[in-house]
């Protein structure tokens, strides 16, 4: 195929005909397209299921249908009615199945049976689920500690299975957590409990509807969160400014098309998603937060002289904030050439956005993977942190901190104790209620379970969902450890790489899916999950279960947990058989979640509470505080300048409109204007013409390190792009084999996935193909 059969731009809003068209496509192309439309009318109703794909929450007043095109995906892509069973696995050797694209192993359709492979024929085999838990214990127990064994999650699991899982590896003498959170919010978590006390966002839905100005930072709510346009189109209309900030022109940022508004679609109106768009470069948003302050301050100096009202809201700043006076030494000790130089805008576009930000009584900050996959993300999410508190932003209607989770449930995830560094009152109160010796010592992350693995010192890897061979970075290197392992475990609905990947002994542990109907001893259970708003819900599974062979992950993990302790702590099969007494454990010992049972009742769920947004401030001062830190010198590393090697361009790594993380529903992007190919770098004209290429050339790319590997991705197209300059763009995960293992962020191992400093090459070898079609 030539190029322009693949590039060719998109000038419609986002959502609208577009999303129908492809929510359909994807219901007939599911092989069970009337049993999905019945499941997407349940998705996110009462008594329904929470709908798999994004962690957005719902307005509470909402009538509507909540679902919308990427959710329509992740619901219809969990439904397929093909299987990859023991036949399937007979007619294709492991080495085989290596060479397909992530895309075709997804595409299979659903694991049906427990499997184990065989190292002798390298092929999976049915195996029994006792059998397969059986295996599984006499590994761990072979351990000589139970720290050489990694217990990662996705943030998919329910807050019932994630719970069980952190009881069941504490219980076996471990805090190796490593989740995919580690890779995602962990630099809002640390960032915000150490300036306001608590780790999650201070809004609300409600929220949103009442601010005067919405900053979205980092974010393609388009494609990631597409329930977000709503709220943000609602707001433009009312005059509320929406104050986008992001290096590429997204689409849903820019105009939204409403698929529940006959209206809008029939007559193929859409309405716009912003006030302004502010276009920084890679990594450059603190520096870009650190001018809007620099610029208030100089105002409050200003009025103060002039003897007029002040900027700040002195009255907030004292009585619940801590460190001002050091914070404004440091704004006035950063140069504005240096705060132009790193956020790649001038100062126009500053003083323009501090004056926006002015404008406001009541401003949201909202953020995602474009500010915390960088080395300095915490900083820069306590600059967001320090801007907000100076006008009292935090802690009123209306106004707040919003970091936009990924995952579904990876919120609920970590309330439920997923954490590789368990705070004391957690651990405390497991040791009371199960009276057992608790691990107390730092678990590994995920880089650390790399690095644990490639050393040598784990031996098992257990997954509770997700695809970490491929989520990762350093690919290469990641896969390398793994096979290093004794034990490979998943727990999975969909085969992928990580699965082939695998250990001398591997398993495949096929469980239920959440839109399926979840059926123990005592009847037919549901699962919580939190949303990002900290709202707790009830999901019900409407659907018959792809296999009889299946079993739901609280069943899973108890049958693995039994097998390995016995009835130690708890009595295992006893608790799955009713879900509820899995949530009465869950009351006793995770703060915010007392009478769960009961409070589920209540439509929609309930809220967990947010000390910050009532203006209590959990920290060790008892007040928020704000956090000076120095502005980078440099955001290339220094020890790869050190090596006289410049890079030709940064890159960022981020997703397309047809994937959920490492799940490609399809090999589409149709917001960028990219069809059947996902191995593109985008890249502006100037640059490409720079680096003397041509739009259209391939190209390796390489990227830099301070280590002797040589990290390389080959036979990319280049596609000219409205990117500022300096800058690349790639889908995730073709190019994580370039992000390397020990470039990450400060406090947080978060891999520095937004920000790799890359060489190109001619390419060796121009004859690929597209990513096959399944
Ligand atoms: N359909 C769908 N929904 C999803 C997911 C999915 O893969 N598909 N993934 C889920 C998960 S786990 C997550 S974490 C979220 C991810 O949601 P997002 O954070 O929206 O995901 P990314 O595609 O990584 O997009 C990051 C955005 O940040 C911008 N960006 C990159 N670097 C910078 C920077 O330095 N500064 C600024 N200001 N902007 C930058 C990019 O241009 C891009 O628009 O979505 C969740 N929802
Ligand atoms: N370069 C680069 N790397 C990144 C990112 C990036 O932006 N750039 N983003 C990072 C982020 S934000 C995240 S969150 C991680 C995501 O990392 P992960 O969460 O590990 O990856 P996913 O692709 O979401 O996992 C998909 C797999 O989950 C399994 N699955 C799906 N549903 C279920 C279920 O209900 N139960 C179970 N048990 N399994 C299920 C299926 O087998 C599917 O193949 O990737 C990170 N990696
Ligand atoms: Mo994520």
New binding site residues.
């Given amino acids: 195929m030539s190029n322009d059969e693949h590039i060719k731009g998109y000038s419609g809003a986002a959502a609208g005909w577009g999303a129908l068209k492809s929510v359909t496509r994807s219901w007939l192309g599911s092989d069970n397209a009337v049993k999905n439309i019945r499941a997407m009318l349940k998705t996110n109703q009462d008594h329904g299921f929470d709908c798999?794909g994004c962690a957005w929450g719902e307005s509470p007043e909402s009538g509507l249908v909540k679902f919308c095109e990427n959710g329509a995906k992740a619901v219809n892509w969990?439904s397929s009615g093909r299987s990859v069973d023991p036949d399937f696995f007979a007619r294709h050797p492991v080495a085989e199945l290596l060479k397909q694209t992530d895309y075709w192993l997804?595409y299979q359709g659903r694991?049906s049976h427990p499997m184990r492979y065989d190292a002798s024929t390298d092929h999976y085999v049915e195996t029994t689920w006792a059998d397969a838990f059986a295996l599984v214990a006499r590994h761990l127990q072979d351990l000589e500690s139970p720290d050489q064994a990694e217990f990662?999650t996705?943030?998919?699991?329910s807050n019932e299975?994630a719970y069980l899982y952190q009881l069941f590896v504490r219980a076996f003498g471990t805090n190796n957590f490593p989740d995919?959170?580690n890779?995602?919010?962990e630099a809002s978590g640390i960032g915000m409990a150490d300036s306001i006390g608590v780790s999650k966002g201070t809004v609300v839905f409600d929220d949103l509807e009442h601010a005067d100005a919405i900053f979205v930072i980092g974010q393609n709510p388009g494609t990631n969160h597409p329930r977000m346009l709503e709220p943000l189109r609602e707001a433009v209309q009312r005059g509320a400014q929406v104050i986008c900030i992001n290096p590429l022109k997204e689409r849903g940022l820019e105009r939204f098309q409403h698929p529940q508004h006959p209206l809008e679609m029939l007559s193929n109106g859409s309405k716009p998603t912003n006030t302004a768009y502010f276009r920084p470069a890679l990594g450059g948003d603190m520096a870009l937060m650190r001018g809007i302050a620099k610029y208030l301050l100089a105002w409050e100096r200003e009025a103060a002289a002039k003897g007029e009202p002040p900027v700040f809201d002195h009255a907030f700043i004292a009585a619940h904030t801590t460190g001002l006076d050091t914070y404004l030494v440091s704004l006035d000790a950063t140069s504005w050439e240096h705060i132009v130089e790193q956020s790649g805008l001038g100062l126009e576009d500053i003083e323009l956005a501090a004056r926006m930000y002015r404008r406001a009584e009541r401003v949201v900050m909202c953020w995602a993977?474009g500010i915390?996959?960088h080395r300095h993300s915490v900083a820069t999410v306590q600059e967001i942190i320090n801007l907000q508190l100076l006008r009292g932003n935090v802690g009123k209607p209306g106004a707040g901190l919003s970091p936009v989770r990924?995952?579904s449930n990876?919120q609920g995830d970590r309330s439920m104790g997923i954490d590789e560094r368990p705070p004391a009152e957690l651990l405390d109160a497991l040791a009371r209620r199960f009276c057992f010796e608790v691990p107390r010592g730092h678990g590994h992350n995920t880089v650390q379970a790399i690095q644990a693995m490639e050393a040598g010192r784990s031996r098992v890897f257990l997954?509770?969902?997700?695809?970490?061979a491929?989520?990762?970075?350093d690919t290469e290197r990641t896969h390398a450890a793994l096979r290093r392992c004794e034990l490979t475990v998943?727990?999975?609905?969909?085969?992928?790489r990580?699965?082939l990947v695998t250990g001398r002994d591997a398993l495949i542990l096929p469980?239920?899916?959440?839109t399926e109907i979840d059926r123990q001893a005592e009847g037919p259970q549901g699962v919580t999950v939190e949303d990002t708003f900290s709202m707790v819900h009830i999901s019900h599974g409407q659907l018959k279960p792809h296999s009889s062979h299946l079993r739901s992950?609280p069943a899973i993990i108890a049958g693995i947990a039994e097998a390995t302790l016995g009835d130690r702590p708890v009595d295992w099969s006893w608790l799955i058989a009713d879900y509820g007494r899995i949530r009465e454990l869950i009351a006793d010992t995770i703060p915010g979640f007392e009478n769960f049972n009961a409070r589920l009742e209540q439509p929609g769920g309930f809220h967990l509470g947010n000390a910050a947004a009532e203006r209590v401030w959990h920290t060790d001062s008892g007040k928020a505080r704000f956090r000076a830190h120095e502005l980078p010198d440099e955001l290339v590393n220094a020890s790869v300048l050190a090596r006289g090697e410049t890079p030709d361009l940064i890159l960022q790594?981020?997703?397309s409109h047809d994937q959920?993380?490492?799940?490609l529903y399809g090999l589409d992007d149709r917001y960028r204007g990219v069809f059947g190919l996902r191995q593109v770098l985008f890249v502006n004209e100037a640059d490409i013409r720079r680096l003397g290429f041509e739009p259209g050339d391939r190209v390796d790319i390489v990227s830099l390190w301070d280590d002797e590997r040589r990290r390389r991705v080959t036979n990319f197209v280049l596609v000219a792009y409205d990117l500022p300059p300096g800058q690349a763009a790639a889908y995730?995960?073709e190019?994580?084999p370039l992000?390397p293992l020990d470039s990450y962020g400060d406090q947080t191992f978060t891999?520095t996935?937004?920000f790799i400093a890359i060489v190109l090459e001619k390419a060796k070898k121009t004859n690929i193909l597209p990513a096959k079609q399944a």
Avoid: D
């Fill in positions: 798999p969990e997804e694991l990662y996705s943030g998919r699991a299975a995919c959170s890779m995602c919010h993977m915390t996959q990924g995952h990876v997954g509770l969902g997700g695809n970490f491929q989520a990762t970075p998943h727990i999975a609905t969909k085969l992928n990580s699965h469980c239920l899916g959440r992950e790594t981020m997703r959920y993380n490492t799940t995730y995960p190019t994580n992000v891999p996935s937004k």
